[in-house]
């Protein structure tokens, strides 16, 4: 199996190459991943939902130019690029709750109106290119989701994941989670 068929390889690489961007917030994207997934361990989520904290922004890292996007005014959608490109290799336990995420965002703002002002600017600013609060009937039918209630939590440490300077576990030990909970390929040796 090459590297980029291991799919702990390959995540590794992503954040290896991109995970130094920044796009405004006092952190780049290794480190908010990181922070992320340590709060939601420390909150005592399982290994699936610190996997989703860890990997919940790769669609910014796989996609060409996501800082540009957004000064751009465009909403890079990433939640549903690194989901479906995680889907390959992870189940819905990981999968769903990134695919979430932004939603959950939307959600909070409808049913917490002061969660709006505790986002970033960052936040703020993405938050109208990714439709603003939920109105009612959105809502209703986030909260019927299977994964509503992991997505909110996902959301509420991806939100406290922008502390400049913190000190986290390195990516190895999130990726020892990873392997525990994923699908991963069994190389297949070539009859003779």
Request: one cysteine or more.
């Amino acid at each position: 199996m090459t590297a980029l068929q291991d799919p702990l390889k390959t995540i590794t690489l992503i954040f290896d190459t991109s995970g130094t961007l920044r796009y405004g917030e006092h952190v780049n994207q290794m480190e908010h991943a990181l922070q992320c997934a340590l709060l939601a361990q420390l909150a005592g989520a399982n290994d699936e939902l610190v996997v989703a904290a860890l990997l919940h922004d790769v669609g910014h890292l796989l996609h060409r130019d996501a800082r540009g996007a957004l000064l751009a005014g465009v909403d890079d959608v990433h939640e549903n690029l690194g989901a479906k490109y995680l889907a390959k290799w992870f189940g819905p336990a990981v999968c769903q709750p990134i695919a979430l995420h932004v939603q959950a965002k939307r959600f909070l703002c409808l049913r917490e109106p002061a969660y709006h002002d505790l986002l970033s600017p960052v936040s703020q600013r993405s938050l109208a290119l990714q439709g603003g609060p939920m109105s009612e009937a959105q809502a209703l039918e986030f909260e019927s989701s299977e994964h509503a209630a992991a997505a909110v939590m996902l959301r509420r440490w991806d939100d406290e994941a922008k502390v400049a300077g913190l000190t986290t576990p390195p990516l190895a030990h999130f990726m020892a989670m990873a392997e525990k909970c994923g699908q991963m390929p069994v190389a297949v040796s070539s009859p003779n």
